[in-house]
């Protein structure tokens, strides 16, 4: 039986992909004792959300409580709390509260939050799509405004429309999915507003959407939003978002009824408390084995860490790279406990994916990048995605309201649970109650 001695201390900060993963693989090893914080009691998923927004899954599919995937095991504690500054000296993560949590090996898996880059109005008038709670409102606005149409149809002469601000994957998997609920809602839905009519315009300051994929993945992406409707205004820039719709570079102004930030992400404000120089993006610049240097026992992951291959490679904010990044960090804290040194971290590239909407999606396999497009893409989007989620359960339950949706055209009720809530007050801070 181990004694008080032989137990090491880690202190994870953060449930996300790599933080729960590098849970999971830690637990394994009797001598260390995890502590895992995260402001929510839940994992969000976040490649789902936009299906979440668009009301193809319920929240349910999209978030995982943390107790309940970890419970099994003994070693592993849960704390619900809001992290705010973190001493890399002494691995001690201070709680909101004025709680600590030191370790004998400190993990920053804290994620990341919207960067609006300073643009006016952003903030308070567009809804960015990165988390759950996201998710949500933005479901909340859209029904909220498709209802509004409909019963003001007769007062209003222009058409629906929404813009959405950035071409990234986000950008446009939302983007396509908005044009697939215009285009697929039945008539009777709401029968005094045309949604045949409505339209989404996608904004961006780079020539094409989907700027990492290829030319052939980027050029289908753009086709397939345009035949949902999707107008594309590349190589221009957002000078300003107001409550009724945003202002070019050039001075145009385009009317919205809802406008959606996917602009970009830069690492949780924790950040900011660290004491060292942050890389891109705010992240945590780590080293070949993930580690932070000048600071023993401590690593950064997932979307809070920028990392370097050894041949100079930078890689993704992705899914995949934070799951396979935390499984190696546990590799080598469990190493390091045991007075071995640890080894650099390899990331096995198994390509890009980007939906576009039903039967539309793009692909790019393995680390030569062969590119596969529409339904075939399509259906590997939902096998791997799928297969990425947390639990047994969720897989299922998924994939089963997926086959619904498919091939019997069966969706999750469009139920508006807060009609009385105004989100253009403030999007990223709802209303006091």
Not at 57 to 67: E, K, Q, Y
Not at 254 to 277: H, Q, V
Not at 286 to 313: C, H, I, R, W
């Amino acid at each position: 039986m181990l004694n008080s001695d032989d137990i090491k201390r880690v202190v994870i900060v953060g449930g996300g992909f790599a933080g729960l993963n590098c849970a999971q693989k830690l637990a394994a090893h009797k001598n260390l004792k995890i502590t895992i914080l995260d402001r929510n009691n839940y994992q969000q998923f976040q490649p789902l959300l936009y299906q979440v927004a668009t009301g193809t899954l319920s929240p349910d599919n999209a978030a995982f409580n943390l107790r309940a995937v970890l419970a099994e095991h003994e070693n592993v504690d849960v704390v619900m709390t809001e992290i705010k500054s973190v001493d890399l000296t002494t691995r001690t993560a201070y709680s909101a509260g004025g709680d600590e949590y030191q370790g004998d090996f400190l993990v920053l898996a804290a994620g990341a939050e919207p960067n609006f880059f300073g643009i006016p109005g952003v903030q308070e008038h567009a809804l960015p799509l990165y988390s759950l709670l996201d998710a949500e409102r933005l479901r909340s606005r859209l029904l909220g405004a498709l209802e509004t149409a409909d019963r003001d149809a007769g007062k209003r002469t222009d058409p629906l429309r929404f813009v959405v601000i950035g071409g990234g994957a986000t950008g446009v998997e939302i983007a396509g999915a908005i044009g697939d609920v215009f285009q697929r809602t039945s008539s009777q839905a709401f029968k005094h507003v045309d949604l045949k009519h409505a339209s989404v315009t996608l904004i961006d300051m780079g020539k094409t959407v989907l700027g990492p994929f290829g030319k052939h993945s980027q050029e289908y992406a753009a086709e397939k939003l345009k035949d949902r409707g999707v107008e594309l205004l590349l190589g221009t820039s957002v000078k300003e978002v107001t409550k009724n719709g945003v202002t070019l570079s050039d001075g145009t102004h385009i009317p919205a009824e809802l406008m959606i930030w996917a602009g970009g992400l830069k690492a949780s404000a924790i950040s900011s408390s660290l004491g060292i120089k942050a890389g891109r993006g705010g992240r945590v610049d780590v080293q070949l084995d993930l580690s932070v240097a000048g600071f023993a026992g401590v690593y950064a992951l997932g979307d809070f860490a920028n990392f370097k291959t050894s041949d100079g490679e930078v890689l993704p904010q992705l899914a995949s790279v934070a799951q396979q990044a935390g499984r190696h960090c546990a590799k080598n804290i469990a190493a390091a406990a045991a007075g071995h040194t640890g080894k650099p971290f390899e990331y096995l590239d198994k390509g890009i994916m980007a939906m576009v909407g039903r039967n539309a999606a793009v692909a790019e396999v393995g680390s030569s990048r062969y590119t596969v497009t529409g339904t075939l893409a399509f259906a590997a989007w939902l096998g791997v995605h799928a297969l990425l989620l947390t639990t047994v359960r969720a897989k299922v339950e998924t994939f089963l309201e997926w086959a619904w949706q498919y091939f019997g055209h069966v969706h999750v009720d469009p139920i508006l649970d807060r009609p009385d809530v105004d989100w253009s007050n403030g999007m990223n801070t709802p209303p006091v109650e």
